[in-house]
């Protein structure tokens, strides 16, 4: 028990939220150029991906440079790497206003430009653009460390989820607006968006879908959690088991929540990601309509490379 609690450690959110504020600004810089590129459904193109070091973008190829900006959470700095050369920008105390003015000129010297908006979204009662942001932040190792490893072990349980799924589902990657590590599926079922949202929102609801995550929690709900939502809200959804004892239906948030605190104690918490996913998935099937016949086969590698696929096939699950 104690070797598991240790891999999955305690995330206590006010020791957290000061860090975790802090990087969800900077991750938004490297962010924005994910906007100039194609549109996927539910802003799947935006994700930032979890590296072995920290949160890194896609890669990005546009005027006349190819490159990716790395968020390198344990090395306190961000790598801009291109087909120019790289460059690295150090994070340590001081305001965001004051990285975005080293990251641009950083950035130039490879020959890429500033991203073409510097608005921050989704952080309530932040400045309006990164430039305006002075507050005097601390930049903290051990924290961003915590962050990463809570990433890390969420991605690893959400990538396995989303395996056997064989409709549309984007990179398993954190969402640089509201801060949270996602997992989604499509159907090619168009849905209506709020119309009191705004239009980025509503451009993430215009079609069906499943989503599974984790997050670190708010000021409103300052416990870090998997959580899981199916748009649009069926009913139904109340009096359901989630696959995970402690995982349990929220309907003033409108989601599925399964604690971080309860799922560390599991015995393979990795496995109740994929439980949590799969029953959330399920209840889809059974309250939405959702298909069942567009899940495959969860195995690893080497067994479809030995494996006949008839016996693959009639692999349970």
Not at 196 to 213: C, K, L, T
Request: with cysteine.
């Amino acid at each position: 028990m104690s070797e598991r609690l240790n891999a999955w450690p305690a995330l206590v959110y006010e020791d957290l939220a000061p860090m975790v504020d802090y990087v969800n600004r900077l991750v938004q810089v490297g962010g924005k150029y994910t906007l100039d590129e194609p549109f996927e459904a539910g802003w799947g193109n935006i994700v930032l991906d979890v590296t072995p070091r920290g949160l890194r973008t896609p890669t990005f190829r546009r005027q006349g440079v190819t490159f990716e900006v790395h968020y390198r959470l344990l090395d306190s700095d961000v790598v801009v790497e291109s087909d120019r050369g790289s460059v690295t920008v150090p994070v340590s105390d001081g305001s965001l206003a004051a990285f975005y003015a080293s990251f641009c000129d950083a950035a130039a010297d490879l020959g890429v430009r500033p991203p073409r908006t510097s608005l921050i979204c989704e952080i309530p009662d932040a400045p309006r653009k990164f430039e305006d942001d002075q507050v005097e932040r601390t930049w903290d190792g051990d924290a961003a460390r915590l962050m990463w490893t809570a990433f890390d072990l969420a991605a690893g349980g959400l990538e396995t989820w989303q395996v056997p799924f064989q409709g549309h589902r984007p990179r398993v990657g954190v969402m640089w607006g509201g801060f949270d590590l996602s997992a989604t599926r499509y159907r090619a079922h168009p849905a209506t968006p709020e119309a009191d949202r705004p239009a980025f929102m509503q451009n993430a609801a215009r079609d069906e879908y499943v989503s599974v995550g984790f997050t670190f929690g708010d000021a409103k709900s300052p416990n870090a959690s998997m959580y899981a939502y199916i748009w649009p809200q069926p009913d139904g959804l109340e009096g359901r088991t989630w696959g995970v004892d402690g995982a349990a239906w929220n309907p003033g948030a409108g989601l599925v929540l399964l604690p971080w605190s309860t799922l560390r104690k599991t015995a393979d918490p990795r496995q109740a990601v994929v439980a949590f996913g799969d029953a959330v998935y399920e209840a889809a099937v059974e309250t939405a309509g959702w298909p069942a016949d567009v899940i495959g086969s969860r195995c690893d590698g080497w067994r479809m490379s030995t494996t006949p696929p008839a016996a693959v096939r009639g692999r349970d699950q």
